[in-house]
């Protein structure tokens, strides 16, 4: 009789075996700057609101398939005209593959940047879609020339683009997306996952380019744990989409949370400037110690003479942040770490003063 192994590697996918499982690290009693989470619960009144609101939710039955209050907020929060719609996911994570799975035609392409959000690369992969990633600069700005060729040659049916980017922190050039945007044979989806920590949003075009979606998750708004993200546009795009949403996606809960929240959307607004504040310090005090990169994001990335050392000894000192170094080539001896709480940067910049002194000698 065979063993299960000799049936798993003859039955799931090659590439699928080649893969390693997307890696989320122990961190039990850690500074937890590794996820670009916001630090803050929400104050105690708020609380109990949701405490409230849990105790009532109807969790004997299936989510509503179509919560049409929670989306009119979002409309409303976004100040979508009529013709636009919004479709929910259970994190921008799901609404990637969902995308993946509905253009994927017979040797479609998915085309991003590089170095971005790893789940473009691994979703296409998940959905057997072929994937091109055309460099960043050295900068970590776009090469327009170099992504416009790329375009031109592969006809990609979907481009992601991560404004800002992860895990480099910018915001590409505005203008040169609007011509990425118009040389796209194929739909082009604006990953603003990042979008309460900068100025700038693609929202407003949606209006203006018949083949763009923007795409926002709530998990940088205080609201990881939920599992909510969305994409907006045209409804005829969403009325498509929706058929490939599995009909209960997003939780009793996380409808009803969410939902709460929203209705002190300024409460969360207020959270994200404080840590726009925080990382202007945390900016200074890492830039005189490391080469940093400068973010409208809530996390700033930056490089250091042997990064997985420091990365392992910052550790040791009970402080956890992503190591990035191995990762791609462009990003060899870079860390990321998330914006916390003013305690928490200040005990990272002191682990990461004691960690290069110990590096060095
Ligand atoms: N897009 C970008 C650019 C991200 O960085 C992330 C999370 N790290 C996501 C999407 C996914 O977010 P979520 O699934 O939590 O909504």
Redesign the pocket.
């Known amino acids: 009789m065979s063993s299960v192994s000799a049936f798993v590697n003859t039955l799931i996918r090659p590439e699928i075996l080649a893969l390693s499982a997307y890696h989320v690290p122990a961190c039990a009693d850690m500074i937890k700057l590794d ?2 989470e916001n630090p803050y619960l929400v104050p105690p009144p708020l609380r109990d609101e949701i405490a409230a609101v849990v105790a009532d939710a109807h969790i004997n039955r299936y989510p509503d398939p179509d919560p049409r209050s929670l989306k009119q907020k979002i409309r409303e929060l976004l100040a979508l005209p009529e013709g636009m719609a919004v479709l929910l ?8 593959q969902l995308l993946a799975l509905a253009l994927n035609k017979p040797g479609a392409v998915l085309l991003s940047v590089e170095p ?2 790893v ?1 473009y690369k691994m979703i296409a992969t998940f959905v057997g879609m072929r994937y091109v990633g055309v460099p960043l600069r050295t900068d970590f700005s776009l090469d327009l020339q170099a992504t416009l060729a790329a375009i031109h040659m592969n006809q990609p049916a979907l481009v992601f683009l ?1 404004y800002p ?3 480099t922190g910018n915001l590409f050039s505005r203008e040169d997306i609007c011509q990425i945007i118009e040389a796209s044979p194929g739909l082009v989806v604006i ?1 603003e ?2 979008y309460a920590f900068a100025n700038d949003s693609f929202v407003p075009d949606l209006a203006i380019y018949p083949n763009l979606l923007v ?1 926002r ?4 708004l205080g609201m ?1 744990g939920l ?3 969305f994409i907006a546009g045209s409804a005829l795009w969403l009325d498509q989409l929706e058929k490939l949403r599995l009909p209960y996606n997003v939780g009793v809960l996380p409808q009803r949370v969410a939902e709460t929240l929203l209705d002190h959307h300024a409460v969360l607004l207020e959270q994200a400037e404080h840590i726009k504040q925080d990382r202007k310090l945390l900016y200074q005090q890492l830039s005189s110690l490391v080469e940093v990169y400068p973010s409208e994001a809530n996390f700033l990335l930056f490089r250091v003479a042997h990064a997985s050392e420091v990365f392992a000894a910052l550790k040791q000192h009970g402080v956890l942040i992503k190591n990035l170094n191995g990762g791609h080539p462009m990003l060899t001896d870079c860390l990321r770490v998330t914006v916390g709480t003013p305690d928490e940067n200040e005990q990272f910049i002191a682990a990461l003063r004691a960690c290069l002194q110990c590096t060095v000698e």
Request: hydrophobic share 40%; no cysteine; proline share 3%.
């Open positions: 996820a670009m996911g259970n994190g921008s994570d799901e609404l990637i971005s959000f789940m991560a980017n992860n895990p990953d996952a990042y795409m998750t709530f998990s940088k990881a599992r909510l993200g």
